[in-house]
């Protein structure tokens, strides 16, 4: 397995992993494996005080669930927190609910949970998307469930830092309130991940760089503790990417 | 939602929520109302409470008091204390000092509980946690079923309307009961 070619989604959980600060206290809701395995990693490596709350995680010991995790957002105690959408916009603006018209949808979906409160009440919020394509990134959601930053509410808290994706790292820019091209992984050019977003990514006249290469520490402690562990939370998505053991 | 279903469970009339100001929920939701907070001044967006006709939850185990331990990853406790009227699935039935929270329970009193339904392997397919796990296969099946009308009714004739009884559905679904 340590030979094994690097899949894309472990390109994604190291660079997000890179992007967590030791010491912050940091948690994931559902269907985040990626992240999951992010914080893992991080608390393996460059941070070992980091706080890893992780939902669905048989060791965390709380008593009201969700509840319980919205509560620690609400009183500003979640440093990070990670989020995900159907379609994202130039602004940040994040869809969960439907593609189309809200009334007569192409598309209903499950909607956006506790994303709203969370990307305002997280410090900073990261974006995880399974794919990168031009349905994804588009010049507009066609519903907001959450923006990215609102200097208009006094009491929000946090703003959108980075939207990782499978072909590339992209940051949120608060001084143009616009999402940009941070970094691209090996194999992915500039062009190709402009090629597949459906805005701009401002990097005219800017030079945008390769991520440093995954390293072997990196890739060993991922495929060793960290997937052990992450095996416990989310059985199915191991399965997927390092197969069945 | 969780804070209109603390709202339910407390009777209060309504509630300050944070979040969903400048969202395209105000744009769908009228009943949602943007409010002064006469503390700070500060706007907030205010909703009514949730509180459910019925509810039905899962619970790891119960007594005939109506007192349940569910999954403290979930917020069934709150539910429970919401709804006018709550229905109890549980794994297995014991004598009331024996219902104790453990490592992933939450204690619900049989206060906020008016019925207790004996089924073991009731949350089928889905998992129940440390009793057993989802059923992956019968996941992928139901999840191909669900795509299209016809096969969807499939399913619900040969699962869920052709089994007389909990046991057979057990039986059909391959388990032969709680393992």
Redesign the interface.
């Known amino acids: 397995m340590t030979n094994a070619a690097i899949h894309p989604f472990e390109t994604m959980i190291v660079v997000i992993s890179r992007l967590v600060k030791n010491g912050e206290m940091a948690a994931t809701g559902t269907l985040s494996p990626i992240p999951a395995a992010a914080l893992l990693l991080a608390k393996q490596t460059h941070a070992p005080d980091l706080v890893a709350m992780i939902y669905g995680d048989p060791g965390l010991r709380i008593t009201d669930g969700l509840h319980e995790f919205f509560g620690l957002a609400h009183r500003g105690l979640l440093d990070l927190f990670f989020l995900s959408g159907i379609q994202i916009d130039r602004r940040g603006n994040i869809n969960l609910s439907v593609i189309g018209d809200y009334e007569k949808p192409k598309v209903r979906l499950p909607g956006g949970a506790g994303t709203n409160m969370l990307s305002m009440m997280a410090k900073r919020i990261i974006l995880f998307t399974i794919v990168h394509n031009a349905r994804l990134f588009v010049p507009q959601v066609d519903f907001v469930n959450a923006r990215s930053a609102d200097d208009s509410i006094p009491w929000r808290r946090g703003t959108l830092s980075h939207v990782v994706t499978p072909m590339a790292r992209m940051k949120y820019d608060d001084r143009n309130n616009a999402i940009v091209l941070d970094a691209t992984y090996p194999g992915h050019s500039v062009t190709d991940v402009c090629a597949v977003t459906g805005f701009d990514l401002g990097v005219e006249g800017r030079d945008i760089p390769q991520i440093d290469p995954i390293t072997g520490e990196e890739l060993s402690i991922l495929r060793g503790d960290v997937v052990a562990k992450l095996r416990e939370i989310y059985p199915l998505f191991c399965d997927m990417v390092w197969g069945a053991v | 939602?969780?804070l209109g279903l603390?709202a339910g469970a407390c009777g209060i009339p309504f509630t300050p929520?944070?979040?969903?100001?400048?969202?395209?929920?105000l744009?769908?939701r009228p009943d949602f109302k943007v409010m002064k907070d006469p503390y700070t001044g500060?706007?907030y967006v205010v909703v009514p409470p949730i509180v459910p006709d019925v509810a039905v939850i899962h619970a790891f185990m119960g007594d005939r008091t109506g007192a349940v331990i569910t999954?403290?990853?979930?917020?069934d406790?709150?539910l429970a204390m919401a709804a006018k009227k709550t229905i109890a699935v549980v794994e297995k039935l014991l004598e009331p000092d024996e219902v104790t929270a453990g490592?992933?329970g939450?204690y619900v009193s049989s206060f906020h509980v008016d019925a207790v339904v004996v089924a073991p392997r009731g949350a089928h397919p889905t998992g129940c946690?440390g009793v057993y796990?989802l059923d992956?296969a019968h996941m992928a099946e139901y999840m191909s079923a669900a795509k299209e009308e016809g096969s969807f009714q499939s399913y619900l004739e040969k699962y869920i309307l052709g089994p007389e009884n909990h046991e057979q559905y057990l039986e059909l679904v391959g388990s032969g009961g709680a393992r």
């Open positions: 939602m969780l603390q929520v944070i979040g969903l100001l400048n969202s395209d929920y744009k769908i500060n706007d999954d403290n990853f979930r917020n406790r709150l490592k992933f939450v946690r796990p992956r």
